[in-house]
């Protein structure tokens, strides 16, 4: 079982909609947690980065929150564009680093 | 500023066919490499790492193999590839074990 499960597998919304993504992780111990953003054919870019301390970190458009005692971190895209479209990757840190499948989020016109 | 450089973007091989990926990092010193494989739809894998010149850790026990001839050089190569060995690979940078991980721009292998 992987120690990192993201949901939804896909997502669908209109331009303009928010959206929540999320990541449910069992890693431990905990180092980070990172959001990455991957479109199609190229490589994952960073989104954010957080630590065990920190409770939500922010990115233009995107929102992460962590809660470090359930152990589950989302992804939130306000105001969602057409360049959004792509996979969305979590990325859990320990011992080792550990990625989700991703999610993969179309927006359409 | 660093840079991140892999090559070829694209590869079309024939099953039993030699590979070799060459990855290069500009702009640091003494970066931790690692090589991923992402399979159609699916998540990234980590195939191998290297913390320095000529020392490889294999996550995955496969045929594929990788060697870090200089400093800021990631070699992934296979002696005879298997239509398993199809997908989108990945070389990724990094400051140590936890710092933050640059991505190339991937190179897209199809086995035929």
């Known amino acids: 079982k992987n120690q990192v499960e993201q949901s939804p597998q896909s997502l669908i919304i209109l331009e303009g909609k928010n959206c929540t993504l999320q990541?449910?992780?069992?890693?431990?111990?905990?180092?980070?947690l990172r959001w990455y953003k991957q479109d199609t054919g190229r490589g994952p870019v960073s989104l954010t980065i957080?630590?065990?301390?920190?409770n939500t970190k922010s990115n233009g458009r995107y929102t992460a929150t962590l809660d470090a005692d359930t152990k589950q971190s989302s992804l939130h895209i306000t105001a969602s564009q057409l360049s959004d479209s792509a996979s969305y990757i979590c990325v859990v840190s320990g011992n080792d680093m550990r990625f989700g499948a991703g999610t993969r989020l179309t927006v359409k016109p | 500023s660093q840079t991140i450089h892999q090559w070829p973007a694209t590869l079309v091989q024939p099953v039993g066919s030699p590979l070799s990926l060459e990855c290069t990092v500009e702009g640091t010193s003494n970066p931790n490499l690692y090589w991923y494989r992402q399979a159609a739809g699916r998540g990234l894998q980590l195939l191998f790492y290297s913390v320095g010149i000529g020392q490889i850790s294999s996550e995955v026990p496969q045929n594929l193999s990788a060697s870090r001839p200089q400093d800021r050089q990631f070699i992934l190569s296979s002696k005879k590839l298997l239509l398993s060995d199809s997908g989108f690979y990945l070389c990724a940078w990094s400051v140590g074990d936890r710092g933050k991980q640059y991505f190339g721009p991937g190179t897209r292998l199809t086995v035929t």
């Open positions: 990541c449910n992780y069992t890693v431990s111990p905990f180092s980070n």
């Open positions: 957080m630590t065990f301390s920190e």
